[in-house]
């Protein structure tokens, strides 16, 4: 069984040894799962989509159900296939419903930096993932933050083009941490030093 670190002191020695030969830690936070509301609004196509898969399951089993009154070949075809394809229905619907806490626990597990040289985040769920944008590498920079200065700093990070050809703006997102203005201001103050 693999443990993954929960106390802020792992996640913060994790954090460090990202680092750079002489890279400063300038900041360093943690998402707030519970600020991440905004993760279950897959439910409003996830409820009715699995709602309606398991529908189509009870339907599907209908001939098995009502086998005195089902012809046999109608309830070893049908009551066989219809049944098998709504399993991955079903599924899909779960694991959209799913979603919001996998993001709540990842969001448990990740802390956010911001050093002398770049942006990143680490997350220890159970294997170690990071991802950092250099200072001088971002493009706009805009903050949405609540009353308790909570929020989500995106900073763009390039364009490229998808498969339709439309343009789509990348970006890293510092989601749900405490004080983002703080970060917003340590941010530009390290990209106009290296500016």
């Known amino acids: 069984m693999m ?3 929960q106390p802020s002191q792992d996640l913060d020695s ?4 990202e680092l750079l030969t002489g890279e400063r830690l300038l900041w360093s936070g943690r998402p707030q799962p ?4 905004a993760a279950f609004a897959i439910w409003l196509f996830a409820v009715p989509w699995t709602a309606f898969a ?3 399951e009870a339907m599907a089993f209908l001939p098995w159900m009502a086998s005195t009154h089902t012809p046999a070949g109608i309830q070893w075809s049908f009551g066989i296939i219809f049944p098998l394809f709504g399993l991955p229905f079903i599924g899909v ?3 959209m419903l799913w979603m919001p806490f996998k993001a709540q626990r990842k969001a448990a597990q990740t802390i956010y930096g911001l050093t002398d040289r770049r942006l990143l985040r680490v997350s220890a769920t159970g294997k170690r993932e990071s991802a950092s944008v250099m200072i001088d590498q971002m493009g706009p920079i805009d903050v949405s933050a609540d009353a308790d ?3 989500t700093l995106r900073v763009q990070t390039g364009t490229s083009r998808d498969s339709d050809g439309d343009r789509v703006t990348e970006r890293f997102e510092v989601l ?10 340590l941010l530009l103050e390290q990209r106009s030093r290296a500016g």
């Open 3 to 5: 443990m993954t670190p």
């Open 14 to 17: 994790i954090l460090r040894r």
């Open 34 to 37: 519970g600020k991440l509301k």
């Open 54 to 56: 398991l529908f189509w």
């Open 93 to 95: 619907g779960l694991s």
């Open 149 to 151: 200065g909570c929020g």
């Open 176 to 185: 749900a941490v405490p004080g983002v203005t703080r970060l917003e201001t």
